[in-house]
């Protein structure tokens, strides 16, 4: 069973960076898909970005395409999200998930969730 934990959450203003990390647990494999997605306050969960196994094909929502950037170290078994020029429409928990043949922006398709990390830009 695999085990996600994010980390790097916190508040923040606007224009400010940060970067999140998920690492990952109970997995001998690393041929899985990560992805990051959000859930603010009265919204549905939505898709953020995501990577492939191998690490050739990264995956961006419009709204976030030129500030955030994904990564995965799988030596370290770990992804990460570097945030930048962060808005206050990005506040929201973000939670990383894996996933096995997955549609990399299909929320269904994942596996395995993290229990998420609060990120919150005042303006």
């Known amino acids: 069973q695999m085990k996600l934990v994010e980390s790097g959450g916190g508040l923040v203003q606007v224009g400010d960076s940060l970067t999140l990390a998920c690492t990952r647990a109970?997995?001998?494999?690393?041929?899985?898909?990560m992805g990051w997605f959000r859930q603010a306050p009265g919204k549905e969960r939505e898709f953020v970005a995501a990577?492939?196994?191998?690490?050739?094909?990264?995956y961006y929502a419009d709204d976030v395409k030129g500030r955030f950037v994904i990564s995965r170290d799988d030596a370290k078994n770990a992804v990460h999200l570097q945030m930048n020029s962060l808005k206050p429409e990005d506040t929201a928990v973000y939670y990383c998930?894996?996933?096995?043949?997955?549609?990399?922006?299909?929320?269904?398709?994942?596996?395995?969730w993290g229990q998420g990390t609060q990120v919150t830009v005042s303006s």
């Open positions: 990577i492939s196994w191998s690490g050739d094909h990264t």
């Open positions: 109970g997995v001998t494999s690393d041929t899985y898909a």
């Open positions: 998930a894996a996933g096995f043949m997955v549609r990399a922006r299909s929320y269904d398709d994942y596996q395995y």
